[in-house]
Nanobody, 122 residues
Framework: QVQLVESGGGLVQPGGSLQLSCATS????????MGWYRQTPGKERELVAT???????NYADSVKGRFTISRDTPQNTVYLRMNNLKPEDTPVYYC????????????????WGHGTQVTVSS
């Protein structure tokens, strides 16, 4: 069974930085797209950033210039470096995997982690 495990969330003051990590476990040979989403209670989950197998990154307008997504492709791990954090960056962050190959089958169902809380507050 494939699982995603996020880490790195926590409390930070406005203007501070955090780095989130998402490690995968289970039978995964390669992943097409990895990404980060976030969700505030009562609101829909929104895209933060995604990165493809060949390193092409896509960001939400609200985080461009402040957040950087990267991945360790051989280790199937994705990172989100968050700088100049604002109170509105506060919700729970979820790791996402879109389309992966387990060495035998190509899976198209999205995978989600359980989330890590980021709180930006003074």
């Amino acid at each position: 069974q494939v699982q995603l495990v996020e880490s790195g969330g926590g409390l930070v003051q406005p203007g501070g930085s955090l780095q989130l990590s998402c490690a995968t476990s289970g039978r995964i040979f390669s992943i097409e797209t990895m990404g980060w989403y976030r969700q505030t209670p009562g609101k829909e989950r929104e895209l933060v950033a995604t990165i493809t197998y060949d390193g092409a990154a896509n960001y939400a307008d609200s985080v461009k210039g402040r957040f950087t997504i990267s991945r360790d492709t051989p280790q199937n791990t994705v990172y989100l470096r968050m700088n100049n954090l604002k109170p509105e960056d506060t919700p729970v962050y979820y790791c996402n995997v879109e389309k992966f190959y387990d060495g035998t089958y190509f899976h198209t169902d999205a995978l989600w982690g359980h989330g890590t809380q980021v709180t930006v507050s003074s």
